[in-house]
């Protein structure tokens, strides 16, 4: 798929094709047995940080079982909660490019937006939405979740900042915190990495979430690898790679479980 397909993955070229797929997705729902709803999420992951520039240059096995647990280099500093690096912006913005070339076709802007807490993160959000009033009146609000941060523990790079220092960077009101956030990372240990069952419940927490809001249909979410791995196993999905600054469209259909009498 790449990281940005042309028309952000639709295959119809025509200059309808927006309106023709979003009669597709009402017509899915008005027609869908009780307990049965489909949306559209487009998972993004967020531009190239500094951690990511450290993994490939000491190799996957040096980082993941040396590098990663130190704040940096003499070169780079990739921890905790990393930035984007120049080409990590350059990324976001051609985030940006891509959704808005499709505006003058009536592409379905996100109802609502869901971002992770690190910084990596909320700067392409901030990149590929913040900036543009044709994708994110600037009066609307993105919901920063706990939930979709990265696998943490051990990697000081997904160790998160206090919340007070990100909400320094990204403040409210365009950028809303559930509640409870706690100021410091209470979730990262130093010397114990998470489980990926747990990731995996944690994706599948967030999709409870976001199911939970039957009139949003349209949803971005911008995150990491891993956590977006732990939502395509909830999903039922294979595991799939997306790229820094790569965007993963789909449809999801959830059916609602009814417990027996």
Not at 5 to 29: H, T
Not at 102 to 122: F, G, K, M, T
Not at 226 to 232: D, F, T, V
């Amino acid at each position: 798929m790449g990281a940005l397909p042309p028309r952000l993955g639709l295959r119809d070229d025509s200059s309808d094709r927006w309106a023709k797929f979003c009669a597709c997705i009402a017509e899915l729902n008005a027609s869908a047995p009780t307990g049965t709803t489909y949306k559209v999420l487009f998972i993004g992951r967020h531009g190239q940080g500094y951690h990511n520039v450290g993994k490939l240059k000491y190799g996957a096995e040096l980082w993941n079982d040396v590098i990663s647990r130190t704040n940096g280099d003499a070169e780079t500093i990739w921890g905790p909660d990393p930035l984007l690096t120049s080409v990590g912006i350059s990324q976001a913005e051609a985030a940006r490019a891509v959704w808005l070339a499709e505006v003058p076709h009536d592409i379905p802007v996100p109802q609502r937006c869901y971002s992770s807490p690190l910084h990596r993160a909320l700067d392409t959000w901030r990149l590929i939405f913040g900036e543009s009033d044709l994708l994110w009146p600037a009066a609307r609000q993105v919901t920063v979740l706990e939930d979709l941060r990265e696998t943490y523990g051990e990697h000081t790079c997904d160790k998160r900042n206090p919340l007070s220092v990100i909400r320094r960077t990204f403040p409210p009101p365009q950028f809303l915190y559930e509640e409870p956030f706690s100021e410091e990372d209470v979730l990262h240990q130093d010397h114990e990495r998470e489980a990926e069952q747990h990731v995996n419940e944690r994706g599948r927490a967030v999709l409870d979430r976001i199911w939970r809001e039957p009139d949003d249909i349209y949803i971005s979410i911008t995150a990491h690898g891993g956590i977006i791995n732990g939502l395509l196993q909830a999903m039922g999905h294979q595991h799939y790679s997306v790229p820094t600054g790569g965007i993963m469209p789909l449809v999801v259909k959830c059916e609602a479980l009814i417990a027996s009498p």
